[in-house]
């Protein structure tokens, strides 16, 4: 199929690129290159420079080839950000996916597979989290997703539009193949935390609390291999290409990580001492949340293979070290 990329010069678009190809597509990526690299890009995919807020911008990019689907990962994603920039993210997700889903009604493309995020969900009210469970975002972010998916509804409904809402739980990892190294700037998230740290890039990783009532009171959530979830999107476009029907799936490893186990493994792996510091919790955190991703086992087939701890921290840390490595010569 020929498949557009909106997004796909960041973190995860790079990676899902990378499964697209592999699986035969052949690949454009849209990007306004805000937080994508040019380091992500691959040679064997085109590239169109152009925002989703710009509906001509979408409009010559999709008139350029005959495009069957679309796959959308062009947002913001910081969730506490959000809270305080709330005008930022209606435009950019929600104003944005509305632009990109007209431009789809002009250009007769029927098919797209959007992120979404467990962040749907907010504070859970049971464990593990299947697809039913009540959303109540407790972020704006994770409004802004649940918003689209509904949009995503009605855009099947009356303009035959079909969609795969993947919502992803914890992101983490890189390319399995090591072919992937694009570090993302300004990193709020654990993973890359731990790895800054580790590479001396930051003092030391600060701790969000470690009274909560899991296994070792620190928080815990459902880490998937960023490889895992690509992986997810190339099976959700041949479901919805296939069955000509819409499907919505949590990918998540339905397996709990705390921070200290992260931290843990990643001293062992890196080698390295990793400073780190007990603070208070980070108002918003719920304690524990972990995936129910049967339905995505049974829809798709997909199973996490690579969002076990070592895995995780490896491929990261094989990134990370690689820049180490290139300061110090
Ligand atoms: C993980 C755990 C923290 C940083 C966020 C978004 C969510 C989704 C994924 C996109 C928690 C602890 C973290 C640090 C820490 N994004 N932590 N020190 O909050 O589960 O989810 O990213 O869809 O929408 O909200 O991820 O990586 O920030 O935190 O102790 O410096 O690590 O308290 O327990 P989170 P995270």
Same mark, same amino acid.
């Given at each position: 199929m020929k498949v557009m990329v909106l997004g796909g010069a960041g973190y995860i678009g790079s990676h899902v690129v990378k499964e697209m190809i592999k699986a035969g597509h052949q690949v454009t990526v849209f990007d306004n290159?805000?937080?994508? !690299?040019?380091?992500?890009?691959? $040679?064997?995919s085109a590239f169109i420079k152009g925002d989703i807020l710009e509906p001509i911008n979408l409009a010559e990019a999709f008139a350029s080839d005959d495009f069957d689907a679309v796959v959308h990962l062009a947002a913001f994603k910081a969730a506490g950000e959000s809270m305080v920039r709330p005008e930022k993210y209606s435009v950019n997700n929600i104003t944005g996916t509305i632009n990109i889903l007209n431009a789809m009604c002009d250009a007769d493309i029927k098919k797209i597979v959007f992120s979404s995020s467990?962040?749907?969900?907010?504070?859970?009210? !049971?464990?593990?989290?299947?697809? $039913?469970h009540p959303k109540n975002p407790e972020n704006y972010y994770g409004f802004t997703k649940l918003e689209i998916e509904r949009f995503l509804g009605w855009y099947d409904k009356l303009k035959g539009i079909k969609f795969a809402a993947l919502r992803y739980f914890n992101a983490a990892g890189y390319d399995v193949d090591g072919e992937i190294s694009g570090l993302e700037q300004s990193?709020?998230?654990l993973l890359p935390v731990i790895m800054e740290a580790a590479a001396g890039m930051r003092d030391k990783l600060q701790i969000?609390?470690?009274?909560?009532?899991t296994k070792d009171g620190t928080g815990v959530r459902d880490y998937v291999h960023v490889s895992d979830l690509a992986a997810g999107h190339v099976m959700a476009l041949n479901y919805i290409s296939d069955k000509n029907e819409s499907l919505t799936v949590n990918l998540g490893s339905e397996n709990g990580l705390s921070v200290l186990e992260l931290l843990e493994e990643a001293r062992k792996i890196s080698g390295k001492e990793i400073p780190a510091e007990i603070v208070g919790r980070r108002p918003g955190d719920p304690a524990k949340l972990v995936a129910s991703s049967a339905k995505a086992k049974e829809k798709l087939g997909w199973v996490a293979k690579y969002s076990d701890c070592e895995t995780l921290i490896k491929t990261s840390w094989e990134v990370y070290k690689g820049r180490l490595d290139k300061l110090l010569k």
């Open positions: 290159m805000s937080s994508g !690299r040019e380091e992500n890009l691959f $040679d064997e467990a962040a749907i969900f907010g504070e859970p009210v !049971r464990l593990p989290i299947d697809e $039913d990193p709020a998230n969000f609390g470690d009274d909560y009532e």
